[in-house]
């Protein structure tokens, strides 16, 4: 195997993912190469799961029984695992979701509901960018649509990067909120986040940060960051699928209204009026995803055993090891960065006249796992002039000879097809 510096024990890892000793397709065994969709679950996740269904399953706040006070304690328990994580200076801060999407569509609703000085409406602007996932988009046009905001974007430069020349024309002192991702799930590109959240201040405008495709990759400080709210979700972290995160400064989730109504997030309810509980309860209406917190909880530990910082270092040894390596290949062209500098484990390219559907088949039947098409961002193909992409994202356990057989099967993919 090619050797590399930064590299973790990746086959100390790799025995912890039962999913990578997988054989398809006439006994190739996969090479999972689309983690910036979903990543495998480690055993560690997957016994805490089944563990909490077996001992402890019973819903949370409500009872007084034996099996309501441990699921209650492992859900609270897990809130704490992922408020040390960001380093959130309190646990109440900390939100629980159905997955990154909700917390986005949450903090739309909650700004187009709230009262002043946070309201969203027809006098006020809301800026987001070209590099959004759908996620980061949707929820933002229909809040425009509704409260007849303007909704404004930054463009993106020819190299996949933000471009920010017009800062002070898209976050002007009308703007109430900036929502952008921290980095692309479709180019990999990390954002400028201190230039962005230094203007958003100086105009006084909220900031929220799409931290899905970073808080799986990096260490993620929600204080170093400077923004309102951080957005992030479990199943791209090593976690189950159906939990997200959304963390708000304390003193704006006292202030703004809730998004879901329904049982946990009252204090009282009347027939004529109801007041609430205090956050985070507060925007965790209904039965919360108890056991989906409990793996999510039990990814942060494994995560955290690890080391962010070296998971980093490893993802980034990975990534630039592959840049170099697709950069080889004849016709292929990167959408995004050409550098491993300043980028995430995602890459995104194009081979010649091969559609990109074709090459992602091609390189399934060799049992290398990619994805294909727009990514859920949409706006980037259409700012590059391509109809979709394939992209090819790396974590942990990814290796060397993963980026070799990517290439090896690039390569079959272009004979294929003459």
Known sequence: MTQLPGLLDIEAIRKDFPLLDRVVHDGKKIVYLDNAATSQKPRQVLDALNEYYEQHNAN????????AEEATALYEGARD???AFINAPSR???IFTKNASESLNLVANMLGWADEPYRVDRETEIAITEMEHHS?????QLLSQRTGAKLKWFGLTDDGRLDLSNIEEVITEKTKIVSFTLVSNIMGTINPVEAIVRRAQEVGALVLIDASQAAPHMPLDVQALGADFVAFTGHKMCGPTGIGVLWGRQELLEDLPPFLGGGEMIETVSMHASTYAPAPHKFEAGTPPIAQAVGLGAAVDYLSAIGMDKIAAHEHAITEYAVKRLLEVPDLRIIGPMTAEDR?????????DIHPHDVGQVLDEQGIAVRVGHHCARPVCLRYGIPATTRASFYLYSSPADVDALIDGLEHVRNFFG
């Open 344 to 352: 995430g484990a995602a890459i995104s390219f194009t081979l010649g």
């Open 81 to 83: 695992k992922v408020a």
């Open 92 to 94: 109440d801060e900390v």
């Open 60 to 67: 949370v706040h409500r009872g007084v029984h034996v099996l």
């Open 136 to 140: 980061n988009i949707v929820p933002w």
